[in-house]
């Protein structure tokens, strides 16, 4: 099947009011689990609208006169619904799911009690309004819940029971079209909670992604936090590849701090975490994993090259002198590298890096130190074990 570009940029439209539309009232939402209910609401609301039309669609190409009266019952409900949509916008999110509930309970007992009977399995509908309001409504607002899910059992339970007599002209309806009005009917519920179940669905994935991003990241700078770095640092061990590990710590940020003022001290650990994110190559990694300590993982083809790249990492931050704010700030970090070839466990490279780090505030800061130098035999990447 080809699908021409004009379809496309129309499903495209469509999707977009259809968004836009499941939004009513999103801007008074506090939170993903506020914002799910909202956007279930006013979907059902779509929902009940587009399968009231469809039904009395298919009961007046029927013809028939009880059939064609259950939908002129229930034109009085789909005129009230957009009221669901009023309260979303106003912010009353509680009144809005409400009125959705009364509205299409009436909705049902007034197309079954005045026509349909239970003829085409109305009474199924009290089952899925029994469960929905658990799923759209706050748990603070248990009792309505609780009184929604008690009277549709109820409303379920009376009409399976004692069945209730349709309009006489529904019984000339043919069995077969009989039965598949109820297969649609049951069909609609089930697609209902099918819809209802993959917007929670997606909410949830959505909420675990933004914790999973707030708990990995460091709030200030937006790298990695001490916790996400060494996790991934722990797996690219386990990945026996050959890497180097930097820690860069910032030179008398004390004295940045007490003569610049905390603000300043913020700034210049942003500034140094963008000086990281623009040396980033390939599959390197950065983290912030102290308060004016920062790590790095640089995979290279050689050990020269872990040298150089960091030297000019502290190189470029030396000569950069950002203005934070207060005039150029003069900026240096000490950094200790270790160079490992797994296997090699975690703590002995973070020792080893601050180690090297030590030797580096050792000798005058500003400059690049590494792990294991003091052998002159042995290569310092040979020497991690
Ligand atoms: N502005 C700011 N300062 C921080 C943050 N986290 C830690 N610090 C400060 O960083 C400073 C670290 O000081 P020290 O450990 O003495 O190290 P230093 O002054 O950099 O000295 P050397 O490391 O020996 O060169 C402390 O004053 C902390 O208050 C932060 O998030 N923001």
């Known amino acids: 099947m080809i699908i021409k570009p004009s379809s496309v940029n129309s499903m495209a439209f469509w999707g977009k009011r259809l968004l836009s539309y499941a939004k009513t009232g999103i801007e008074h939402c506090h939170g993903k689990t506020q914002e799910r209910r909202l956007i279930q609401t006013n979907i059902s609301v779509f929902i009940a609208v587009i399968t009231i039309l469809v039904f009395n669609l298919a009961f007046v190409l029927l013809g028939n006169p009880g059939l064609m009266y259950s939908g002129l019952v229930q034109l009085p409900f789909l005129l009230l619904l957009p009221l669901v949509l009023w309260f979303n916008r106003k912010g009353r999110r509680h009144e809005a799911t409400l009125t959705l509930f009364l509205l299409v309970m009436l909705d049902a007992v007034s197309a079954l009690m005045l026509a349909q009977g239970v003829t085409l399995g109305l009474q199924y509908y009290f089952l899925m309004f029994a469960v929905l309001p658990a799923s759209y409504l706050d748990a603070k607002h248990w009792p309505t819940t609780l009184l929604l899910f008690l009277s549709n059992i109820l409303l379920f339970g009376y009409f399976e029971v004692y069945g209730w007599q349709a309009h006489p002209s529904i019984a000339e309806v043919p069995t077969f079209t009989i039965t598949l009005l109820r297969i649609i009917m049951v069909g609609s519920c089930a697609t209902t909670v099918l819809v209802v179940i993959l917007i929670s669905e997606y909410y ?182």
């Open 204 to 385: 949830a994935a959505q909420n675990e992604q933004e914790l999973q991003y707030l708990a990995d990241t460091d709030s200030l700078t937006g790298l990695p936090n001490r916790r996400a770095f060494m996790g991934r640092l722990e797996r690219t061990i386990k990945d026996r590849r050959s890497f180097s590990l930097l820690i860069i710590d910032v030179d008398h940020f004390k004295q940045i701090n007490d003569t610049t003022g905390h603000q300043t001290g913020d700034a210049a650990l942003q500034f140094l975490a963008n000086q990281l994110n623009a040396c980033i190559q390939g599959e390197d990694f950065a983290g912030r994993i102290g308060g004016e300590e920062f790590a790095m993982v640089q995979f290279c083809a050689s050990p020269l090259e872990h040298l150089v790249r960091a030297e000019s990492l502290r190189k470029t931050i030396a000569s950069a002198h950002p203005d934070l704010g207060v005039g150029p700030v003069y900026l240096t970090v000490s950094i200790g590298v270790c160079m490992a070839t797994p296997p090699v466990s975690l703590i002995t490279l973070m020792a080893m890096a601050d180690n090297a780090l030590y030797e580096a505030k050792r000798s005058g800061r500003n400059c690049v130190q590494v792990a294991a130098a003091k052998s002159e035999s042995v290569p310092p990447w040979q020497a991690v074990t």
